[in-house]
């Protein structure tokens, strides 16, 4: 299986992203912003970090890299997408994932580990949890909490497309504690905390990041 | 020279912090008069010449794309 | 205003100039005439002011910071020493780690946003410089009073632009410390370390040599940003004494400074440069001064081809701008075009603006006049030297004779009424509010940040080769008695490198003190140089680098005197390192080392408003010996934790509440025991089993469990020491 990490200017953790593709069992393919070519990868992590600084919005620059017009297309075709942190804003402004993510209400950056409850068992990305499931990842982001309106929010919480939600206080205001969200055809995840920084004890709070990643090759390889 | 200007807002019903911050401080500072703040931006594009109804309808289909996300916010744009 | 050429200056010898204004003194500026046989033009007079600037020249401390080389240990492990960007240390399996720590005290108290992230880009620009790769950062801060108003501004303001800047670069932050004390309002001291590692034969030096080589400068444009802001803003004093000048503040873009961080590395990777310099103080008078002395001296620039973002700019402007983000390469002419190309790819501005060239003069011209013509190294190297007057203070003394004097804990409500007062003072409180902003998690290889001794990265995943970085000051010490404080600053940082796993290697310094025109301050100055050059013979670590700030005092008052100290170790197998919180119920715990009435200089001693008494006497070889132990039976500890501030009060509060699991513990002089801050002393959680192991004199004082942790009878639910611990931060700045 191959699995490509995209790289915009700016993109942070698409090493870890890549690290995490690896500790699955699958092949990370380093994909460059400038290129159209997804190199016949199997599926796409956009990892976080502050793609062109953040500028204008998050993630809003981004979206309209050479890589993104081919990303878009093979996502609507049913490949496998993630979008972490900034990759989820970015899947946001793409309109890939309905919504928009915000300014935390604290207006602080937040760098912690958070505990998850995994809601959605069924997606590419989360078939590898059991439902209920709790979690702890480390949370670190500026600009996480997500909106939108209440008609969206209704339509995601009926038909089961909350991967996951805040366990706890509230990090960052996000509308009913989402902490991801898919698709309707549930192949593009998109998700606020960092699952590549759960997947070895030594550097992360647990290794409860990992089946993300094993996720979608139990998915891939069901196809 | 013309200058076309872009106002972005949050919508009214998405959450913006940094304007319910800045409501906040007002009446620390002795502004008692405000009863909300939002913030939002401001885009200031500069073009030759003075600015035509076709720039305008352009820069609103940029502003449709890139400079607001429609999701949640709005804009409005002017000749100034 | 006309342009001013070499030619006008040799025909109108007597124009007057403003060089007091710029800061040089009168024989400083007929020093100037000298070497150029004329009056300098407004552009090099530009250079040579800021140049010659406390800041840039370290006038005042040279005579005594060359001790660090005069009494240097014998060490295998320094590649490059004093005198570049940052010093380099081989850690072994072939890697070189460059570490080094700056001031960015004034333009934080400024505008502390701005001020504090351009801290971190500059920091992180001189490790990029000696062509590593950043890997982490950390940033020791120190602040007035936790309730005055001026620290409800500078402190969020400081650690937002930190976080803003270093978290978009991706470079987890690992440590530092937050101490808040008097002195410090009006002079927040933002010291900002970075850590960077390379291979061996990736080392580069900022030199420029080859003549036909070129000239290349990349990054950002260059804009008006704190023009003369190295000389102003570090330099003068502000205060009552005259109208400040306005000093111009610089704004980073951390995304420019990611994209160049990026770049440079592929352009290193590809061995494209034969010597590399970036642009921080004293922009590209800095860089080309330093670069063109370097090498042979010859250079020639052409300074109308510095791309700019205000055209309005004066050269002399241009000179002095302190714009972010840029750095300025020398290029073989065969690797010029795939340079331009690595920047095309990254979308980085790039301008070829000069040459190297036979002969020994740097030569800047302007639309093809020559507006400077001056031998580099008397602009960048050969600055003025002052042996300023010093003399031991008449506090000294004083102080010194008197008795701390406070009340100690002896009854359960006494001990448990001391420990939630240690638990939720500023200055031991849990700093989460603030490392909360930092992203600790980024690149995937931290194994210890703060509230850690150590902050630890991984240099390789194969081999699990890692390096611990700790860094130190204990002002009230040094108040006390800055040559053993420096010393007990350097004991402390070694020992929190140990206590984590990591052999202690090389050490890097950032001196912060008040005024050198005050004889007093220049004796507490040249005391910690002493103490620090031999304390560092002593314990066989050299020193690499470093950074001194002076200047930070309002009116007559200055600071206390605050030598951060760093130390960087190495460890050969992260997975082995020691963690500070007690991991399970069962253990025991153990003092190493001895306690003895130290209350001088210790927080309860502070929280009682007592400054006098005598600082603990530095003893290097018992700490050395508790290094060794350490060192050696590190496979023994469950979790280790060093004892500094707060004594073992503190030491107890977070290694029980660090993973929620209590102690008991009896101590027979209690109040002392838990108070006094003797130092060269750290706690251990073993098993029972391995007690016989234990070679170093120890004390049994607990063991480990519960959910409370109880003290001679006193008992505290780690419930409620967790909320006075952490309740203060959000309190004072939420």
Redesign the interface.
């Known amino acids: 299986m191959r699995i490509g990490v995209v790289t915009f200017p700016g993109t942070l953790d698409d090493r870890d992203a890549a690290r995490a593709v690896k500790y699955a069992g699958a092949e990370a393919v380093s994909l460059w912003h400038g290129d159209a070519d997804l190199k016949g990868v199997d599926a796409v992590i956009l990892p976080g970090g502050f793609s062109y600084g953040d500028y204008l919005r998050c993630g809003a620059i981004s979206r309209f890299a050479p890589v993104m017009t081919e990303i878009i297309a093979q996502a609507n075709k049913g490949m496998p997408l993630l979008g972490i942190c900034n990759g989820f804003q970015v899947l946001c402004e793409a309109h890939l994932l309905p919504g928009a993510l915000t300014r935390n209400h604290e207006l602080h950056f937040l760098c912690r580990d958070q505990t998850l409850k995994i809601e959605n068992t069924t997606s590419a990305w989360t078939s590898n949890f059991t439902k209920g499931q709790e979690i702890v990842i480390p949370l670190k982001n500026g600009e996480g909490s997500f909106q939108c309106d209440d008609e969206t929010l209704k339509l995601l919480e009926d038909n089961n497309r909350i991967v996951a939600r805040y366990v706890g206080e509230n990090p960052n205001g996000s509308r009913n504690l989402i902490a991801g969200i898919t698709n309707e055809r549930g192949n593009v995840v998109g998700l606020m905390p960092h699952p590549e920084h759960a997947i070895d004890s030594l550097t992360g709070p647990s290794t409860d990041g990992l089946p993300f990643f094993t996720s979608v090759l139990t998915a891939l390889v069901g196809k | 020279m013309g200058k076309i200007v872009v106002d972005v807002m949050l919508k009214p019903e998405i959450l913006d912090p940094q304007g319910k911050a800045v409501a906040a401080a007002l009446p620390r500072l002795g502004f008692s008069f405000a009863t909300d703040v939002r913030q939002g931006k401001r885009f200031e594009i500069t073009v030759d010449g003075d600015v035509t109804p076709a720039q305008i309808a352009e820069v609103e289909k940029a502003a449709e794309v890139l400079l607001a996300n429609p999701v949640i916010e709005t804009f409005t744009v002017r000749a100034e | 205003m006309a342009l001013d050429t070499v030619a006008i200056a040799q025909t109108s010898p007597d124009t007057k100039q403003p060089f007091a204004e710029l800061g040089l003194k009168p024989d400083e500026y007929a020093r100037i005439k000298e070497i150029l046989n004329r009056r300098p033009t407004s552009s090099e007079l530009a250079m040579y002011s800021v140049m010659w600037s406390e800041h840039c020249s370290y006038k005042s401390s040279k005579v005594h910071l060359k001790q660090f080389g005069e009494k240097a240990p014998h060490s295998d492990a320094l590649l490059v020493g004093i005198g570049e960007n940052a010093g380099v240390v081989d850690v072994g399996q072939g890697y070189a780690v460059t570490f080094k720590i700056e001031s960015h005290n004034h333009p934080s108290f400024i505008e502390p946003y701005q001020g504090a992230a351009t801290g971190v880009g500059g920091i992180v620009r001189d490790i990029l410089t000696m062509g590593a790769r950043p890997i982490a950062v950390m940033d020791p801060l120190r602040f007035g009073p936790a309730d005055a108003p001026d620290t409800k501004r500078v402190l969020p303001g400081i650690v937002?632009g930190i976080?803003?800047y270093g978290?978009?670069?991706?470079l987890p932050n690992i440590g530092g410390e937050i101490t808040f004390d008097q002195t410090y309002l009006g002079n927040p001291l933002v010291n900002a370390l970075c850590v960077g590692v390379m291979r061996h034969d990736q080392i580069k030096l900022a030199k420029a040599s080859g003549a036909g080589n070129l000239v290349v400068l990349f990054g950002a444009k260059t804009g008006g940003d704190g023009i003369g802001g190295v000389s102003v803003l570090a330099s003068e004093t502000f205060g009552a004494s005259g109208p400040a000048k306005r000093p111009s503040v610089q704004v980073g873009?951390?995304?420019?400074e990611?994209?160049l961080i990026e770049c440079s590395l592929e352009i290193f990777a590809e061995d494209l440069v034969v010597g590399i310099q970036d642009l921080g103080g004293a922009g590209l008078s800095c860089a080309t001064s330093e670069l063109a002395s370097g090498g042979s001296g010859g250079m020639q620039v052409q300074l109308d081809k510095v791309p700019l973002r205000d055209p309005s700019l004066s050269p002399e402007e241009i000179l002095m701008s302190e714009s972010q983000e840029r750095m300025c390469a020398i290029v073989e002419p065969k690797h010029i075009a795939r340079f331009l190309e690595i920047c095309a790819?990254?979308?980085v501005t790039v301008d070829v603006i000069g040459e190297v060239t036979d002969g020994d003069r740097l030569i800047i011209t302007w639309h093809g006049e020559v507006i400077v013509d001056v031998p580099p190294r008397t602009v960048a190297h050969e600055g003025p030297v002052y042996n300023r007057p010093l003399a031991q203070p008449d506090y000294i003394n004083i102080v010194n004779a008197q008795v701390i004097d406070v009340p100690l804990p002896k009854t359960a409500e006494e001990i448990k009424a001391a420990m939630l007062t240690i638990a939720s003072t500023p200055n031991l409180a849990d700093k989460?509010w603030v490392?909360?902003?930092?992203?600790?998690?980024?690149?995937?290889?931290?194994?210890l940040a703060q509230p850690e001794d150590a902050g630890m990265v991984?240099v390789d995943?194969s081999t699990q080769l890692g390096v611990a970085i700790s860094t130190d000051a204990n002002a009230n010490w040094s108040y006390l008695n800055p040559y053993e404080g420096a010393k007990l600053a350097l004991a402390e940082a070694a020992r929190n490198i140990a206590v984590a796993g990591a052999k202690p290697l090389a050490v890097t310094n950032c001196l912060n003190f008040g005024s050198p025109e005050d004889p007093g301050v220049m004796w507490q100055f040249a005391e910690t140089v002493r103490g620090l050059a031999d304390g560092c013979l002593e314990m066989g670590l050299p020193v690499t680098g470093g950074n001194v700030s002076f200047y930070n005092q309002t009116g007559d008052v200055a600071i206390l005197p605050t030598p951060v100290i760093g130390v960087l170790g190495v460890i050969q197998d992260?997975?082995t390192r020691t963690p500070m919180g007690i991991p399970a119920a069962g253990l025991d715990l153990y003092l190493l080392g001895e306690t003895k009435n130290d209350l001088a200089g210790s927080e309860w001693a502070f929280l009682h408003n007592q400054r006098g008494g005598q600082s603990p006497t530095a003893d290097l070889q018992r700490e050395m010996k508790l290094i060794d132990f350490l060192l050696a039976n590190n496979s023994i500890f469950k979790s280790a934790h060093d004892l500094s501030q707060g004594g073992l009060a503190a030491t107890l509060v977070e290694a029980t509440l660090k993973n929620n699991v209590g102690a008991t513990i009896t101590l027979g002089d209690v109040g002392i025991e838990l108070l006094s801050e003797t130092p060269s002393r750290v706690l251990i959680a073993i098993d029972p089993k391995d007690a016989a192991k234990i070679t170093y004199p120890a004390t049994k004082i607990g063991t480990t469990g519960g959910t409370s942790l109880t003290i001679n009878g006193a008992e505290i639910s780690l419930d409620e020491l967790r909320t006075v611990h952490t309740s203060t931060f959000p309190k004072l700045f939420g």
């Open positions: 937002a976080g803003g978290n978009c670069l991706g873009d951390p995304f420019v990611k994209v790819k990254w979308d989460s490392t909360s902003q930092y992203d600790k998690y980024v690149q995937g290889n931290t194994i991984r995943e992260v997975r």
